[in-house]
C-alpha cells in the first residue's frame, strides 16, 4: 500500500484503515486535521502514481463532484488544486458487499433502492451530466437504508465528450453495466444512465447481471443481436409490472428505453400502471436509414425509380399523340 496508518497525507489527513482497493487506486478512511472530522482519502497505488488517464480522473472527479450537492451523491471536499481526491465519510457499505452478504433482495428494497438512486441521478442529469458507471461498487448503503452514489471519475458532460477507447484495454465504464452506445465509444446520455440503472436493480433482484462478461469486446458481442434475458427467468416471483419497467431501461437502443430517469422512477413508484407487454419481442436493430448506406447503394435505386418514370411519361406521350384527332 502506499499508505500506512498514522501517516499524514499532504500535510492534513491522517490515514486511518484501508476501506477499498481497486486496480489502480486506494481508498482510506482518515482523519482531517483541520476540521477534527473523519474524511475519504482516495490515492492513486504506487506503480500508477504517474499514470497520466488515472490522475485526469482523479481531476474530472474533484472538478465535476465539487459542483454537486444533493443528499444521495458523496460529496467532494478537495479542491481542485488539491492533488488527492477527498470526499465526505459516508456510514454504510458498498452496494456490491450488501449484495454479496444477503443475496438478492426482497422486492420493496430494490424499489427503494432504485427510487433514492433515480432521485440522484436525475440531480446529476439536471446539471448537464452523465455519471457513465453506474455500478454496486459505485453506490452506498447506510445502516438506516439511505443510498448514496459515489465515483464520478468517468463522468460527462450531455452530448459534449464522447466516451472513446480505441481497445479493450481502454474501455471507460465497466462491463456488464454499459449501455450498447458506451461499448462503441459513442456520446452518453441520460438514457446510458437508464439503462445502468437498470442493469443494477435486474442484478439486485436476480443476484446475477443481465450480461455476465468479463471484456468490453465480448459485452460489445453480446448485446448487439440479444435483448436482456427476463427477470423471472432467475426470480418468479418477481412481479410482471416490475419486470417490464427493468426491461424497458435495458433495451440495446437507446430511444426505446425510458427516456429519462424521471420517466423510470414514476413506473417504479406506480407499478399498478405500467402495461405489461404480451410478449417481449426480439431486440433488433431496425434497417439501416438511406444516409448509412454506401453512395452506390442510395444512388441506384434513385436512378432506377427515374428511369422507370421517364419511361412511362414517354410511353403516355406517344399514346396521347396516336389517340389525338389531327
Known amino acids: 500500500m502506499r499508505a500506512s496508518v498514522g501517516e499524514c497525507i499532504d500535510g492534513r489527513?491522517?490515514?486511518g484503515c484501508l476501506l477499498a482497493e481497486g486496480g489502480s487506486s486506494e481508498v482510506y478512511r482518515a482523519i482531517d486535521r483541520?476540521?477534527?472530522?473523519?474524511?475519504?482519502l482516495k490515492l492513486p497505488r504506487m506503480d500508477f502514481a504517474d499514470d497520466f488517464v488515472l490522475l485526469r480522473r482523479f481531476r474530472r472527479e474533484i472538478e465535476i463532484g465539487s459542483t454537486l450537492d444533493?443528499?444521495?451523491?458523496?460529496?467532494?471536499?478537495?479542491?481542485?488544486?488539491?492533488?488527492?481526491?477527498v470526499l465526505e465519510y459516508v456510514d454504510g457499505q458498498s452496494l456490491?458487499?450488501?449484495?454479496?452478504?444477503?443475496g438478492p433482495l426482497v422486492v420493496d428494497n430494490v424499489i427503494h433502492i432504485g427510487l433514492e438512486l433515480a432521485e440522484a441521478l436525475d440531480y446529476v442529469h439536471s446539471r448537464g451530466l452523465v455519471h457513465c458507471d453506474v455500478k454496486p461498487d459505485n453506490i452506498l448503503i447506510g445502516p438506516d437504508g439511505r443510498i448514496t452514489l459515489t465515483d464520478f471519475g468517468i463522468a460527462c458532460r450531455t452530448r459534449r465528450f464522447p466516451l472513446q477507447f480505441p481497445q479493450p484495454a481502454n474501455v471507460v465504464g465497466t462491463p456488464?453495466?454499459?449501455?450498447?452506445?458506451?461499448?462503441r465509444g459513442e456520446?452518453?446520455?441520460?438514457?446510458?444512465?437508464?439503462?445502468?440503472?437498470?442493469?443494477?436493480l435486474y442484478e439486485l433482484l436476480t443476484g446475477v447481471v443481465p450480461y455476465p462478461v468479463d471484456a468490453a469486446r465480448d459485452a460489445s458481442h453480446r448485446r448487439e443481436p440479444t435483448q436482456p434475458p427476463l427477470v423471472r427467468a432467475h426470480r418468479p416471483d418477481a412481479p410482471a409490472e416490475l419486470e417490464a419497467v427493468l426491461y424497458r431501461a435495458m433495451r440495446r437502443r437507446p430511444q426505446e428505453r425510458y427516456q429519462s430517469i424521471a420517466a423510470l422512477a414514476n413506473d417504479l413508484q406506480h407499478l399498478e400502471t405500467v402495461q405489461v407487454p404480451a410478449s417481449y419481442g426480439p431486440d433488433v436493430p431496425p434497417p439501416a436509414?438511406?444516409?448509412d448506406l454506401p453512395p452506390w447503394r442510395t444512388?441506384?435505386?434513385?436512378?432506377g425509380v427515374i428511369v422507370v418514370l421517364l419511361g412511362a411519361i414517354g410511353t403516355f406521350v406517344q399514346w396521347a399523340h396516336h389517340v389525338t384527332p389531327h
Do not use: F, K, W
Request: proline share 10%; net charge positive; glycine share 6%.
Open 13 to 15: 489527513y491522517v490515514v
Open 34 to 40: 483541520q476540521s477534527g472530522r473523519d474524511v475519504v
Open 70 to 85: 444533493h443528499p444521495n451523491i458523496q460529496r467532494v471536499l478537495s479542491s481542485p488544486r488539491d492533488p488527492n481526491v
Open 96 to 102: 456490491r458487499a450488501y449484495l454479496r452478504a444477503n
Open 176 to 183: 456488464g453495466y454499459m449501455a450498447p452506445e458506451q461499448v
Open 187 to 200: 456520446v452518453a446520455d441520460a438514457r446510458t444512465d437508464v439503462y445502468a440503472l437498470g442493469c443494477v
Open 289 to 291: 436509414p438511406l444516409g
Open 299 to 303: 444512388t441506384l435505386p434513385v436512378l
